[in-house]
């Protein structure tokens, strides 16, 4: 391959990616091209985009990047998951098509520039949570001690409420209220 042909695919590799830090890489090798299609179509359907990369013109592509520590497990046919929202919610969906699809073979993936290597780090990296289930997390955690102190705070006004209120349904209904 010349030299203008392979600069013209490290381009379009940047171009493909992007500002994409974090990536999964799997192999399909062995998977049928229909199921191919089906398992692209699928991930499409989720914003996840599969690219099937050429392993030493993506190192150079992505050499100086977060996707640089993907270069290890580049070796034999790849292709590289990546969008969404994040690289958490391709890792599940990849996860949930290896049920289906068991040639799937996972690699690896890099969150953050840390590297998850094989089918067990990429088990793992699934179990993390999306970023809105961190925010979700982080504002239950800010908000939770608020919550029990106006719990602390209106516990007893409403029991002198619902005392109060029991007496005027007594008055009410012309029953005589006993001293305490």
């Given at each position: 391959?010349?030299?203008?042909?392979?600069?013209?695919?490290?381009?379009?590799?940047?171009?493909?990616?992007?500002?994409?830090?974090?990536?999964?890489?799997?192999?399909?090798?062995?998977?049928?091209?229909?199921?191919?299609?089906?398992?692209?179509n699928g991930l499409a359907k989720k914003s996840?985009?599969?690219?099937?990369?050429?392993?030493?013109?993506?190192?150079?592509?992505?050499?100086?990047?977060?996707?640089?520590?993907?270069?290890?497990?580049?070796?034999?046919?790849?292709?590289?998951?990546?969008?969404?929202?994040?690289?958490?919610?391709?890792?599940?969906?990849?996860?949930?098509?290896?049920?289906?699809?068991?040639?799937?073979?996972?690699?690896?993936?890099?969150?953050?520039?840390?590297?998850?290597?094989?089918a067990d780090g990429i088990e793992r990296l699934?179990?993390?949570?999306?970023?809105?289930?961190?925010?979700?997390?982080?504002?239950?955690?800010?908000?939770?001690?608020?919550?029990?102190?106006?719990?602390?705070?209106?516990?007893?006004?409403?029991?002198?409420?619902?005392?109060?209120?029991?007496?005027?349904?007594?008055?009410?209904?012309?029953?005589?209220?006993?001293?305490?």
């Amino acid at each position: 391959m010349s030299k203008p042909v392979k600069n013209m695919i490290i381009e379009d590799y940047k171009e493909r990616f992007g500002d994409t830090q974090d990536a999964l890489v799997i192999g399909l090798r062995g998977i049928s091209s229909n199921d191919t299609n089906a398992i692209r179509n699928g991930l499409a359907k989720k914003s996840i985009r599969v690219t099937v990369v050429r392993n030493k013109l993506f190192g150079q592509a992505f050499a100086d990047t977060g996707l640089s520590n993907l270069s290890e497990l580049l070796s034999g046919a790849n292709a590289v998951a990546y969008g969404a929202e994040s690289v958490v919610d391709v890792a599940r969906e990849i996860i949930e098509l290896v049920k289906k699809f068991p040639g799937i073979e996972l690699k690896g993936a890099v969150l953050d520039g840390e590297l998850f290597k094989g089918a067990d780090g990429i088990e793992r990296l699934s179990k993390f949570p999306t970023r809105d289930e961190a925010i979700a997390k982080d504002v239950t955690l800010v908000i939770s001690p608020g919550r029990k102190l106006m719990g602390a705070v209106k516990g007893p006004g409403s029991q002198i409420a619902g005392i109060l209120k029991a007496i005027e349904e007594k008055l009410e209904k012309g029953e005589a209220i006993s001293k305490a």
